[in-house]
């Protein structure tokens, strides 16, 4: 059974850092491309950051880029998303997913962790 | 990509026929999924490439369109059915999301 979980959430300061971690498993990680998505309490659905399988392109929404960074280890079958210069408006439930798609193909998200809760806040 | 739903929220029974719409800012071709999320819980996927059924998902769920208007329809409103549905574009990144519509008990 496919199985993702999130950790690394917390509370934090405005302008610190916080890294996010995911763990697979029940699937063949390193073949498909992994996303974090982020809900903020009440809100819609966000896309964060993507990675392609073998780590051969990353991507992030404007609203993160040049202060997020998504990688991932397939030997240990993890997803990561450091987070840097953090402000309220990130404060959010961020979820792991898994897409669909194999390989370079892209599909929707099949897959989704629980979420791991970040609150930036003073 | 701009995704665009309607209604935003809408009330409606138990063995309705509803439809939500979803509109892309530019033409994604059939890269579209649609989700399905209750309270508290994560997003489940119920279609992709448009109209495809995810493996599982109730056949009252169908999806429709291609280029840049598209449709969710549920055939039979059932109970578990009362959730926020969200529409994705997965043709280009960064990838978006609708801003979702929430379906509720009349």
């Known amino acids: 059974e496919v199985h993702l979980v999130e950790s690394g959430g917390d509370l934090v300061q405005p302008g610190r850092s916080l890294r996010l971690s995911c763990a697979a498993s029940g699937f063949s990680f390193g073949d498909y491309a992994m996303h974090w998505v982020r809900q903020a309490p009440g809100k819609g659905l966000e896309w964060v950051s993507g990675?392609?399988?073998?780590?051969?392109?990353?991507d992030y929404a404007d609203s993160v880029k040049g202060r997020f960074i998504i990688s991932r280890d397939d030997a240990k079958n993890s997803l990561e998303l450091q987070m840097h210069s953090l402000t309220p408006d990130d404060s959010a439930l961020y979820y792991c997913?898994?897409?669909?798609?194999?390989?370079?193909?892209?599909?929707?998200?099949?897959?989704w962790g629980l979420g791991t809760l970040v609150t930036v806040s003073s | 990509i701009r995704m665009t739903q309607s209604p935003s929220s809408f009330s409606a029974s138990t063995g309705d026929r509803v439809t939500i719409s979803c509109r892309a800012s530019?033409?994604?071709?059939?890269?579209l999924a649609w989700y399905q999320q209750t309270p508290g819980k994560a997003p489940k996927l119920l279609i992709h490439?448009?109209?495809t059924l995810q493996s599982g998902v109730p056949s009252r769920f169908s999806g429709s369109g291609s280029g840049t208007d598209f449709t969710l329809t549920i055939s039979c409103l059932q109970s578990e059915d009362f959730a926020t549905y969200y529409c994705q574009q997965y043709y280009s990144y960064p990838r978006t999301f609708g801003q979702g519509t929430k379906v509720e008990i009349k």
């Open positions: 997913a898994k897409d669909r798609g194999r390989y370079s193909t892209s599909s929707g998200f099949d897959c």
């Open positions: 490439a448009a109209s």
């Open positions: 530019q033409g994604i071709s059939s890269y």
């Open positions: 990675i392609s399988w073998k780590s051969g392109s990353v």
